[in-house]
């Protein structure tokens, strides 16, 4: 099978988070081979960063200067490849992890709202959610919960 182009290879790579968005900044020569070691890929960059210091016994300074990295980023993952080998290598999700506003006791009041009446579009919705619960939820919002919602139920 032929290796994936560039292209596709750094689509895949930002969609999963994993695009190393200094690779302008690796200075190692087995990255300028182009065959196997791809600066592009932060995972493969970091693994290689932390495999020079662990088994070649170069400092931390050298090898975060040499991959691109400051040394808290290369702690941060020597710490994540610790706890969870290559996958502790991927960038976390940022951003909230839970709803913070449409939690389950305000969408099974919206539930109830629209089995009570099933004309009432989201804005309605939405302020009828504000009266009851005292914070302002966007209507679009509520219609992508509920969406979610429908989209578990089937």
């Known amino acids: 099978m032929p290796p994936p182009s ?67 980023t290369f702690y941060a993952a020597q710490e994540g490849f610790a706890r969870g080998g290559l996958p502790g290598l991927l960038p976390l999700k940022r951003g909230p992890k839970h709803p913070r506003k449409l939690t389950d006791e305000v969408m099974v009041f919206v539930a109830g709202l629209r089995a009570d009446d099933s004309s009432l579009d989201s804005a309605v919705m939405a302020s009828r959610v504000e ?16 969406a979610r919602v429908e989209k578990k139920r089937s």
């Open 6 to 72: 560039p292209d596709t290879k750094l689509a895949a790579l930002k969609s999963r988070g994993a695009a190393n968005p200094s690779s302008d900044e690796v200075h190692d020569a087995l990255f300028d081979t182009g065959d196997f070691f791809d600066r592009r890929d932060s995972v493969q960059v970091k693994y290689e960063m932390l495999r020079r210091v662990r088994v070649e016994g170069w400092s931390v300074q050298r090898a975060a200067t040499t991959y691109g990295f400051s040394r808290p």
């Open 131 to 146: 009266e009851r619960f005292g914070f302002p939820v966007h209507p679009r919002s509520l219609e992508r919960a509920l």
